[in-house]
Nanobody, 119 residues
């Protein structure tokens, strides 16, 4: 199984910035897409950002124009730059990778990293 290790979470003030990293145990070219999801207590897990193997990016509506996803293929790492952070961004952020399988795609998940936005 592939393994993904997130880092970069922590406590930040509203309006501040953080950069999350997701290091994969194998080449990220193995996946059709990688990205980030988040889950706050009592809420469903939601899409934050994705980047496809072809470099196409998409974002959840609540983070559009504030977050930027990128990757470094040489380091097998995907990043999430988070700017203009708001209290409602507080959640556990999970790295995600999608691998093609018969009938669709299969999801791989990291263990999550906590992001807390508070004054």
């Amino acid at each position: 199984q592939a393994q993904f290790v997130e880092s970069g979470g922590g406590l930040v003030q509203p309006g501040g910035s953080l950069r999350l990293s997701c290091a994969a145990s194998r080449s990220i070219f193995s996946f059709v897409a990688m990205g980030w999801y988040r889950q706050a207590p009592g809420k469903q897990r939601e899409l934050v950002a994705i980047i496809t193997a072809g470099g196409i990016k998409d974002y959840g509506n609540s983070v559009k124009d504030r977050f930027t996803i990128s990757r470094d293929d040489a380091k097998n790492t995907v990043y999430l730059q988070m700017d203009s952070l708001k209290s409602e961004d507080t959640a556990v952020y999970f790295c995600n990778a999608k691998q093609p399988v018969i009938g669709g795609t299969s999801d791989y998940w990291g263990q999550g990293t906590q992001v807390t936005v508070s004054s």
